[in-house]
């Protein structure tokens, strides 16, 4: 393949390259892929209404998340195992979001530790927290990502069980016998091995917590002073028991499509969210962004920014190139900013169905 133009085509590169296994984890969905298939499918139902002769000759495409000043309003999602695609893993992950001057999530499952991605440089890193039910390792972890320099925990919500993957049942999914997961070496956390069906859906039994409630959000509120983004909210209603219970933000997302199926693309769960926080905390969008034009769209739905996934290659950075294509729009979204808020008559124009 020659120069690679959007991100879709990485797709078909990783196809070509990976293992049948670490492929199929990354690409799979759950049960029959519905809402994997509708990430992206609701993003083309919504149209632009474009104005012409509107100076785009100064873009801005800053912004500021959770008091931190980043180039451009895409973000590093959490990615667990990334060595399964690179060598390098999470560190190249690492350094590309740093170069790029935005924000990294780090997974909980990542075949590198929080202090070996610090060790990387600096930048502006988050956590992602799956909460185990021995909560003394949670406390150890996030004390961990603290002293390592990470800015905020990314609590996933949406995962009391793993989603029924089949493309992971099917491949008898398990770790590489090379790899761990960097941040459980040495705690006696039982090994993700071979099991009858997915080695991983196996560990998550045995190991996260299903009793995870809304309490848990105060717990954690006890054991760090880091902000903590509520991530895998969908409703409405949950998105007032975030706000009442003290969440810095939320990250809209349905775990890419990966936990239950035939729930709605998160772009078209967003502006239920965004209403219902009604500007008491930021809004994030995760799941189907593949262009600018999809960047554009949450932001003008009412998302103060964007989290894509990436697994690594040697030059990661190069996946925001593509989706920087809409920066006049984006840009032109920031000029109309008011209070912190994207401007309301962008909303409108974004809404789905819209005519063009």
Known sequence: MGEITNVMEYQAIAKQKLPKMAYDYY??????????QENREAFSRILFRPRILIDVSK???????????????????????QKMAHPDGEYATARAASAANTIMTLSSWATSSVEEVAS??????????????DRKVVEQLVRRAERAGFK???????????????????????????????NFEGLDLGKMDQAADSGLASYVASQIDRTLS?????????????PILVKGVITAEDTRLAVENGAAGIIVSNHGARQLDYVPATISALEEVVKAARGQLPVFLDGGVRRGTDVFKALALGAAGV???????????????????????????????????????WRRRARPGCPT
Not at 121 to 133: A, D, E, M, N, T
Not at 157 to 181: S, Y
Not at 214 to 226: A, E, G, M, P, R
Request: aromatic share 8%; glycine share 6%.
């Open 27 to 36: 690409a799979s969905g759950a049960e029959d892929e519905w809402t994997l």
């Open 59 to 81: 873009i801005d495409m800053t912004t500021t998340v959770l008091g931190f000043k980043i180039s451009m309003p895409i973000m590093i999602a959490p990615t667990a195992m």
């Open 307 to 345: 989290f894509v996934s990436t697994v690594p290659r040697s030059d990661t950075h190069v996946v925001c190139s593509p989706l920087l294509g809409v920066s006049p729009l984006i840009g032109g979204l920031h000029r109309c900013r008011s209070a912190g808020r994207w401007c309301s008559r």
């Open 152 to 182: 905020a925990i990314a609590l996933t919500v949406d995962t009391p069980r793993l989603g029924r993957r089949e493309a992971d049942i099917k491949n008898r999914f398990v770790l590489p016998p090379n790899l761990t997961l960097k």
């Open 120 to 133: 990387t440089g600096p930048g502006i890193r988050f956590f992602q927290l799956y909460v185990y039910k």
């Open 214 to 226: 809304w309490k848990d959000v105060k717990w954690l509120q006890t054991i760090t002073t880091l």
